[in-house]
């Protein structure tokens, strides 16, 4: 599909670095509008050649574990490397409206009044861990406008961290030093994502802090790592601080850098961008099936059915794809 005029005109000013332009662009792609995803689709085809070029740091762990104080701090070291970096902040969505919180901005002042940051907030429309095909979209925008460092902040640990990442180039997993496994989401599937474990806010307890870091090291020793080419530190830093910042930042260059040796960092974002389009055919299959008039006609009847007990909701289901695929 070929690209409209404005919307060409739109890529020529985010590949200039302009900011306007990208959060225009940004705006395009989280909307639901049929017109505005074909728009966008045209878009991103343009911008593709120009992507790929950042880092993709996620970050999850539980509320109040201070993520956005970390990435705050994090963000003005990069800075101070010459580095320009994009937060995606993934905000917990409204259950009434189904808007975003925003809160994540103003958390992030300093950072968000600086020239080359850019920190988008984003609501999570009850996407998989906080992270819908519109989060991927904006990422690849980010780095079309020229960010060398690209930050997805998720709403909090749960059984779908698999979606930031699956979509990031390393997975940060932040830890409190004080709390119990039962609150930390201290669970096997999260720690064997995780590729880098960060207790955060040492500082309160130095103590507690080492052991804990202690404790996941030992913890992690047991699970198999994800990568044959990396063994998962465990870090301790104070985002209010600074300690522990720039050991960071080695410790992902380091990541980059045995990765990219081993041929496996390009290998994982191929594999993402595999992924990525399976998830989008599956999604677009639903929608699809849903708004089917075959299906509009039964599925009321199918879900009573279901709901009453009166058929095997397996025998409807498979009703249901008869009609739909004819």
Known sequence: MAIEPDDDALAT???ARQRRALAKAITLVESARPDHRLRAQSLLDRLLPHTGNALRIGISGVPGVGKSTFIET???????????????????????TGGSILGDKTRMEQLSQQENAYIRPSPARGALGGVGHQSREAMLLCEAAGFDIIIVETVGVGQSETA????CDVFLLLQLPNAGDELQG?????????????????????RAAAIAAGQMRSALHMLRPASPHWQV??????????????EIWATLQNYRRLMQQAGAFDERRKQQA????????????Q???????????????????????????ATLAALLLD???R
């Not at 096997?188 to 309160?204: C, H, P």
């Open 13 to 15: 000013a985010l590949l």
């Open 186 to 206: 201290i669970k096997k599937g999260i720690l064997e994502l995780a590729d880098l474990v960060v207790y955060n806010k040492t500082d309160l307890d130095p």
């Open 164 to 167: 930031v990442a699956a979509m």
């Open 233 to 246: 530190p465990v870090l301790q830093a104070s985002a209010t601080s600074g300690d522990g910042i720039a």
């Open 287 to 313: 929608e699809r099936f849903r708004h089917h008039p075959a299906i509009q006609a039964a599925l009321p009847q199918a879900l009573r059915q279901a709901a009453d007990g009166t058929v095997n909701p």
């Open 274 to 285: 595999q992924a990525w389009m399976w998830q989008l055919i599956e999604a677009g299959l």
């Open 323 to 325: 009609a739909f695929q």
């Open 74 to 96: 994090f963000g003005m070291y990069l800075l101070e490397q010459g580095l320009r970096v994009a937060v995606l902040a993934v905000d917990p969505s409204s259950p009434l």
